[in-house]
């Protein structure tokens, strides 16, 4: 048995979504302009206060956090999520000590140990970002331990490719990359009222014109609506045939998703980013409160934690789609492996006209070709990560 002899967790400089062009950028090739996120206005839970809107930033506790386990025998493993001192604190001072020694291979046991221990304190939240780091840290050391690529390890690929669809509000640019799916960032919520409606409509309207009738298309409110709200909304968007709108409340609203899904009976809903342990998907499955469920696995319970939500949305005949789920490994990997999960997303943070392989988070990681994606097959997730990268990676 091979045990753990460390787990250490720290601030990194990325956030997962791919590099944005800036002076001293890694990427070589110049953009044409700047990327829709550089500006752009994105309506979420904080639209209501004016000084809030225009950036996410300002008022996020963000920071992105990387975790290093390793083996008594010298074999690495490393994971990541965000939220910053937070998260770095708890699997420092909490995770670290109660699992070094333990097995290194025996992923089941360290996330129920990291699952009951957090209990007092609630495992949602903060305490899932910390068990998702710990997480994928060990299935990426347990594929290195046993020379075997992460989608071979939960039973191997479920299909030749990963239909891929890109986020973004750069459209234009996506459909030159190939994706034959692509979603946009709502500009407007429920503080905006009658203009904000308009404006939704009006972006839906025009991309859907840009894009024409046989590219998919959908739109994230980011959290944005109230139930009123996503109603009026959808039944204006009822003529451009959105695949599904997602994020639409706030997620402890449980009741008001139930209430929108009776409302909107005709228009696919997607949910689930900001839902962070299986008992979440349980009660949303139980109840069929959307369609298509999207945690992200930085940040609901790492790759075990998304494989049991897997499982129960399965089960109820839902379909799940990993939240950014191929800008990691990670993600790429266990979508890959699981037959429920047809598609990925490709969040685009880098400027038009950047390759999406010069703006990668981790050096060994695959990006979608022509709207397609194949994994790589290297020991654990693959990561490419040399101990140069990893140092630069560190803030």
Same mark, same amino acid.
Not at 42 to 48: E, N, T
Not at 50 to 57: D, I, M, N, T, V
Not at 261 to 282: D, Q, S, V
């Given at each position: 048995?091979?045990?753990?002899?460390?787990?250490?967790?720290?601030?990194?400089?990325?956030?997962?979504?791919?590099?944005?062009?800036?002076?001293?950028?890694?990427?070589?090739?110049?953009?044409?302009?700047?990327?829709?996120?550089?500006?752009?206005?994105?309506?979420?839970?904080?639209?209501?206060?004016?000084?809030?809107?225009?950036?996410?930033?300002?008022?996020?506790?963000?920071?992105?956090?990387?975790?290093l386990v390793t083996?008594?025998?010298?074999?690495?493993?490393?994971?990541?999520?965000?939220?910053?001192?937070?998260?770095?604190?708890?699997?420092?001072?909490?995770?670290?000590?109660?699992?070094?020694?333990?097995?290194?291979?025996?992923?089941?046991?360290?996330?129920?140990?990291?699952?009951?221990?957090?209990?007092?304190?609630?495992?949602?939240g903060i305490a899932?970002?910390?068990?998702?780091?710990?997480?994928?840290?060990?299935?990426?050391?347990?594929?290195?331990?046993?020379?075997?690529?992460?989608?071979?390890? &939960?039973? %191997?690929?479920? #299909?030749?490719?990963?239909?891929?669809? *890109?986020? /973004?509000?750069?459209?234009?640019? !996506?459909?030159?990359?190939?994706?034959?799916?692509?979603?946009?960032?709502?500009?407007?919520?429920?503080?905006?009222?009658?203009?904000?409606?308009?404006?939704?409509?009006?972006?839906?309207?025009?991309?859907?014109?840009?894009?024409?009738?046989?590219?998919?298309?959908?739109?994230?409110?980011?959290?944005?609506?109230?139930?009123?709200?996503?109603?009026?909304?959808?039944?204006?968007?009822?003529?451009?045939?959105?695949?599904?709108?997602?994020?639409?409340?706030?997620?402890?609203?449980?009741?008001?998703?139930?209430?929108?899904?009776?409302?909107?009976?005709?228009?696919?809903?997607?949910?689930?980013?900001?839902?962070?342990?299986?008992?979440?998907?349980?009660?949303?499955?139980?109840?069929?409160?959307?369609?298509?469920?999207?945690?992200?696995?930085?940040?609901?319970?790492? &790759?075990? %934690?998304?494989? #049991?939500?897997?499982?129960?949305?399965? *089960?109820? /005949?839902?379909?799940?789609?990993? !939240?950014?789920?191929?800008?990691?490994?990670?993600?790429?990997?266990?979508?890959?492996?699981?037959?429920?999960?047809?598609?990925?997303?490709?969040?685009?943070?880098?400027?038009?006209?950047?390759?999406?392989?010069?703006?990668?988070?981790?050096?060994?990681?695959?990006?979608?070709?022509?709207?397609?994606?194949?994994?790589?097959?290297?020991?654990?997730?693959?990561?490419?990560l040399t101990e140069?990268?990893?140092?630069?990676?560190?803030?």
């Open positions: 048995m091979v045990k753990i002899k460390q787990i250490q967790a720290f601030a990194i400089r990325s956030e997962m979504v791919g590099a944005l062009y800036k002076e001293g950028s890694t990427s070589s090739t110049p953009p044409r302009r700047d990327p829709w996120n550089r500006n752009a206005q994105v309506a979420g839970p904080m639209s209501g206060y004016s000084h809030l809107k225009a950036s996410r930033s300002s008022w996020r506790l963000d920071g992105s956090v990387g975790c083996a008594e025998d010298g074999t690495r493993g490393f994971g990541v999520s965000r939220h910053g001192q937070a998260v770095i604190g708890l699997i420092n001072e909490h995770f670290a000590p109660l699992l070094e020694g333990q097995d290194a291979v025996a992923t089941e046991r360290a996330w129920d140990m990291m699952t009951r221990a957090s209990s007092p304190y609630g495992t949602a899932s970002y910390a068990i998702s780091a710990v997480d994928l840290a060990l299935w990426d050391l347990k594929g290195k331990i046993l020379q075997r690529p992460v989608y071979e390890l &939960l039973g %191997g690929p479920a #299909r030749e490719s990963i239909f891929c669809y *890109a986020t /973004g509000n750069d459209t234009d640019w !996506h459909m030159e990359l190939g994706f034959e799916a692509t979603k946009l960032a709502c500009p407007f919520g429920a503080f905006d009222g009658l203009v904000g409606l308009a404006g939704n409509e009006e972006l839906v309207a025009r991309t859907r014109e840009l894009v024409g009738a046989n590219v998919e298309l959908m739109l994230d409110c980011w959290l944005a609506l109230d139930v009123e709200y996503a109603v009026r909304l959808g039944e204006r968007l009822r003529p451009y045939n959105l695949r599904w709108i997602e994020d639409c409340l706030l997620p402890e609203q449980l009741d008001a998703h139930a209430s929108l899904r009776n409302r909107l009976p005709w228009l696919p809903l997607a949910t689930g980013e900001h839902w962070y342990t299986p008992a979440n998907f349980l009660h949303a499955a139980s109840r069929q409160l959307a369609d298509i469920f999207q945690p992200d696995i930085c940040w609901a319970g790492g &790759l075990t %934690g998304c494989l #049991r939500i897997n499982h129960i949305a399965e *089960a109820a /005949g839902i379909e799940v789609i990993l !939240h950014a789920g191929m800008n990691t490994p990670y993600g790429q990997h266990l979508t890959h492996a699981s037959a429920n999960m047809r598609w990925g997303e490709f969040f685009l943070g880098s400027a038009p006209g950047v390759p999406l392989r010069e703006a990668v988070v981790f050096p060994g990681m695959s990006v979608p070709e022509a709207g397609r994606l194949i994994p790589n097959d290297e020991p654990g997730f693959g990561l490419g140069a990268r990893l140092e630069a990676m560190r803030v």
